[in-house]
């Protein structure tokens, strides 16, 4: 399997043709250094993706609180965990850092409040 990208892990965007055969990445060409056969395989033969999303707040000074997960999961999981945290709702106050869904899916991965909500009226 042959696929061409363009390399996110740094800002030179490198366009990267690859090969894979086997579960194995047997040719890497345009990547401008050692990052992008390491982001070419990964897309090749596990592909993984990180999500950041929002969350319903009761009794907050905002409705909503943006979340992240702590760690990129895989691909075909994200749709299945960002209904997850639809179905969340959280309290107010919630803490910046605050694990407002602990093991997203058995996946070991947490997703975590990126912004303190205060309850209303505290300010």
Do not use: F
């Not at 990964?42 to 929002?54: F, S, Y």
């Not at 319903?56 to 299945?80: D, F, K, S």
């Not at 945290?85 to 991965?109: F, I, S, T």
């Amino acid at each position: 399997m042959t696929k061409t990208m363009i390399c996110l892990l740094c800002p030179n965007g490198c366009h990267l043709t690859a090969e894979a055969d086997g579960g194995t990445l047997r040719r890497c060409a345009g990547n401008g250094c050692p990052r992008g056969e390491d982001y070419a395989r990964t897309e090749l033969l596990h592909p993984v993706r990180n999500l950041a999303t929002t969350v319903a707040v009761a009794g907050g000074a905002l409705p909503l609180c943006p979340v992240r997960l702590t760690a990129p999961i895989p691909r075909e999981r994200l749709l299945e965990a960002a209904a997850a945290l639809h179905r969340c709702r959280l309290r107010a106050p919630v803490a910046a850092g605050q694990v407002v869904l602990a093991d997203v899916l058995g996946l070991g991965v947490d997703a975590v409040a990126t912004r303190a909500v205060p309850a209303q009226g505290d300010g």
